[in-house]
């Protein structure tokens, strides 16, 4: 387990590489705000399905104050970073077919 930290990085960059692409292909007749929405609901029943499946739930009293705000202060980055990936890659389709029509 000492020397597991190349295949979590091996992993992540894997995970990176599919989301990349999925945002690529993208869904065709759906709100990108609304795509990230319900991307997001899936990232929160997955997310709480491992605290659960792992029984981690009971840390949660252990939470300080403190810790609530931190990560909810480092959840507002990753919202936006998400938004406005969302929204660059809703541009960049919108761009290549706007220059192919005129």
Known sequence: MKNM???YALLSALFAAFT???AKIGIKGINSDLATAIRTLFILLIAWGIVFARKEIYGINLLSKN???FLGCRALPQVYHGYF???LYSWAKYRR???STN
């Open 5 to 7: 930290w190349w295949i």
């Open 20 to 22: 990349a692409i999925l």
């Open 67 to 69: 810790n609530w705000l």
């Open 85 to 87: 990936t969302s929204k």
């Open 97 to 99: 077919l706007h220059r």
